[in-house]
C-alpha cells in the first residue's frame, strides 16, 4: 500500500514562486519513478516532471528551464520547485510513483496518486 500526501499550493502572483512537495508512505512497495502531474479545468491530465530513482529527470517542454524536480530517496519524498510561474500554470497538481509492490514471492507494477494541490497563478 502507499499514501501520498501533497503539499505547497496556493495562491500565487504571476512571475512568483512555489515549492510542492509530496511525501509517500509504504508498505512492501519499491518506488521507482516520483512524479508530477497536473489538470486545468477542461484540460486532460499531463505530465509535468518526472524523476527517477537514479536522478534522471524528464520536463514537459512548457515548464523547462522554470520548473525543478527533486527527490529524497531516504525520506521517500519528492518535490517540486516552480519559478516564473505564469497563468497557464494554473492547475491541480498530482503527486504520482511507479514501482513494485511485492506480493508474496512476487513483484509487480503498481502506479499510485496523490489527491492533488491546487495551485492558482494570478496575473
Known amino acids: 500500500q502507499v499514501q501520498l500526501v501533497e503539499s505547497g499550493g496556493g495562491l500565487v502572483q504571476a512571475g512568483g514562486s512555489l515549492r510542492l512537495s509530496c511525501a509517500a508512505s509504504t508498505t512492501n512497495f519499491n518506488i521507482n519513478v516520483m512524479g508530477w502531474y497536473r489538470q486545468a479545468p477542461g484540460d486532460k491530465r499531463e505530465l509535468v516532471a518526472i524523476i527517477s530513482s537514479g536522478g534522471s529527470t524528464n520536463y514537459a517542454d512548457s515548464v523547462k528551464g522554470r520548473f525543478t524536480i527533486s527527490r529524497d530517496n531516504a525520506k521517500n519524498m519528492v518535490y517540486l520547485q516552480m519559478n516564473s510561474l505564469q497563468r497557464e500554470d494554473t492547475a491541480v497538481y498530482y503527486c504520482?510513483?511507479?514501482?513494485?509492490?511485492?506480493?508474496?514471492?512476487?513483484?509487480?507494477?503498481?502506479?499510485?496518486w496523490g489527491e492533488g494541490t491546487l495551485v492558482t497563478v494570478s496575473s
Open positions: 504520482n510513483v511507479a514501482g513494485l509492490t511485492k506480493s508474496g514471492s512476487y513483484y509487480r507494477p503498481n502506479v499510485y
